[in-house]
Structures are given as C-alpha cells and as structure tokens.
T-cell receptor, first 109, second 116 residues
Framework: QKEVEQNSGPLSVPEGAIASLNCTYSDRGSQSFFWYRQYSGKSPELIMFIYSNGDKEDGRFTAQLNKASQYVSLLIRDSQPSDSATYLCAVSGANNLFFGTGTRLTVIP | DVKVTQSSRYLVKRTGEKVFLECVQDMDHENMFWYRQDPGLGLRLIYFSYDVKMKEKGDIPEGYSVSREKKERFSLILESASTNQTSMYLC???????????????FGPGTRLTVT
C-alpha cells in the first residue's frame, strides 16, 4: 500500500504570511506529484503538479520536490482568507493517484 | 477545460434500495474513478476503469459495483444501500499514461448520499 502522509492541521497563518504545507510519501518509484485544494463541501481542484526535483512556481504558489527525501511541499505566498481550505497531496502510482488525508489551512484576516 | 459532471448533488435513499450514481466526462479521458470521502479518512478509491467495459477494484469495493458501457460515462451502483454508505461520492477522470506514472485527475462536483 503506497502511503502519503500529511499533517492534518489545522494550520493557521495570518493574512499576508507564507503558508507551508508538507507531504511525505513511501514509494520511491513515484514520478508525479500533485496538490489539490478543497473548499468545504466542494470537490478537489488541481492547483499544482511537479515532476522534477526542485521548485516550480505558479503565481503565489510554489511546489517543491525532493525525491531523495521523498518529500513534496507547497508554499503559498501572501496568503489570503480565500486560501482557507484543505490541501490534498497526491502521488502517482500505476494509472492511479494516491492521496493524503489533507491539511486544513486557515488564513486569519 | 475538463468537465466532469455527476447526476445528483444530493441524494437521500432508504436502506436496501439500489442506488445508481452517474458520472460523465467530456474530455475523452480513458481513466475514470469513483471515490468516497469521509471526515478523517480522506479519499478512498472504490473502483476505477481504464477502458470501456474494463474495471479494477480499488481499496473499498465491497458493497459497490460499476459499469462503463461508453467511454464518457462511468456508473457506480450500490446494490443494497446501507447506512454506512452515507458519504460524499466523487467521480474523477484522467488521461491514461503507461508505466508507473499517472496524469492529474479532474473531479466532478460530488454527490452527497444519505442512506436512512
């Protein structure tokens, strides 16, 4: 069973701060990594994916991947109250994704 | 944009009823998935399908079956609904990628099923 671990939180940050969300995974063969955002009562929405070691930036979001340490993170700069949601990390398997249970983020105005 | 639609947003059924949940995607994706999501348990895969008439069991297939007669449509069937099947059901689709890798999945809006 492939495992994807996330701190469930809640993680609280003040508006304008950097929110840092972390994820570790067990399968060294995983090649693709995804971050989803899920608002309460809604379905998950893809916000970032990363395939290579290092950083990938998209607007206020930066995904970081370290395959040697089996670690992927998501940084949200200039956090806004609208970023308050649960963030799911997903790791690729054969024709499927394995999801963590999510980290709940609250951005305090 | 990928669009995944589900037949109902909210559904209330009685114990023992047969329940059909339908999912349609419009992006010609090969893969389709059914998950349920419960507080504290995250997303759990029920079944997935990588082609018409093909299906694979996920982590929790007991009490469920699926049908994929057309590429764009994937149905989840609760043969005899029970109260422990009360949950949020999410359908997703993705392109097929060979080997130990996967493309991103796109989710439908979800169906909140209550079994009384």
């Amino acid at each position: 069973q492939k495992e994807v671990e996330q701190n469930s939180g809640p993680l609280s940050v003040p508006e304008g701060a950097i929110a840092s969300l972390n994820c570790t995974y067990s399968d060294r063969g995983s090649q693709s990594f995804f971050w989803y955002r899920q608002y309460s009562g809604k379905s998950p929405e893809l916000i970032m994916f990363i395939y290579s070691n290092g950083d990938k930036e998209d607007g206020r979001f930066t995904a970081q991947l370290n395959k040697a340490s089996q670690y992927v993170s998501l940084l949200i700069r200039d956090s806004q109250p609208s970023d308050s949601a649960t963030y799911l990390c997903a790791v690729s398997g054969a024709n499927n994704l394995f999801f963590g249970t999510g980290t709940r983020l609250t951005v305090i105005p | 944009d990928v669009k995944v639609t589900q037949s109902s947003r909210y559904l209330v059924k009685r114990t023992g009823e047969k329940v059909f949940l339908e999912c349609v995607q419009d992006m010609d994706h090969e893969n389709m998935f059914w998950y349920r999501q419960d507080p504290g348990l995250g997303l759990r895969l029920i079944y997935f399908s990588y082609d018409v008439k093909m299906k694979e069991k996920g982590d929790i297939p007991e009490g469920y079956s699926v049908s994929r007669e057309k590429k764009e449509r994937f149905s989840l069937i609760l043969e005899s609904a029970s109260t422990n099947q009360t949950s949020m059901y999410l359908c997703a689709s993705s392109l097929l990628l060979a080997g130990e890798n996967s493309y991103e999945q796109y989710f439908g809006p979800g169906t909140r099923l209550t079994v009384t």
